[in-house]
Nanobody, 122 residues
Framework: QVQLAESGGGLVQPGGSLRLSCAAS????????MGWYRQAPGKQRELVAS???????NYAGFVKGRFVISRDGAKNMVYLQMNSLTPEDTAVYYC????????????????WGQGTQVTVSS
């Protein structure tokens, strides 16, 4: 199994920045895709951004160039740099992985971290 541990959430003022980090562990060889989702109170969980093992990225429309996802394959880390934050970005942010390779075995399950709270408020 893959374990995902997020860090970097907190309280920030509107217009501020935060950087989220996610560390993946679990004895795997590689992970196909990693990304970030978020869930605000009373709303469904939604994709924020994802990055494939080859580096291709995908962003939700509401990101509008404010967020940047990056990945360090050697360290099994994925990051989300969030700039120009607004109160609408307030949510629990979850790290996600999909498609894990072990020696001779492929695991297609979705894995999730516990989430980290991001609150944007003055």
């Amino acid at each position: 199994q893959v374990q995902l541990a997020e860090s970097g959430g907190g309280l920030v003022q509107p217009g501020g920045s935060l950087r989220l980090s996610c560390a993946a562990s679990g004895g795997f060889l590689s992970i196909d895709a990693m990304g970030w989702y978020r869930q605000a109170p009373g709303k469904q969980r939604e994709l924020v951004a994802s990055v494939a093992s080859g580096g291709n990225t995908n962003y939700a429309g509401f990101v509008k160039g404010r967020f940047v996802i990056s990945r360090d394959g050697a360290k099994n880390m994925v990051y989300l740099q969030m700039n120009s934050l607004t109160p609408e970005d307030t949510a629990v942010y979850y790290c996600h992985s999909k498609g894990v390779w072990y020696r001779g075995i492929y695991d297609s399950q979705d894995y999730w971290g516990q989430g980290t709270q991001v609150t944007v408020s003055s």
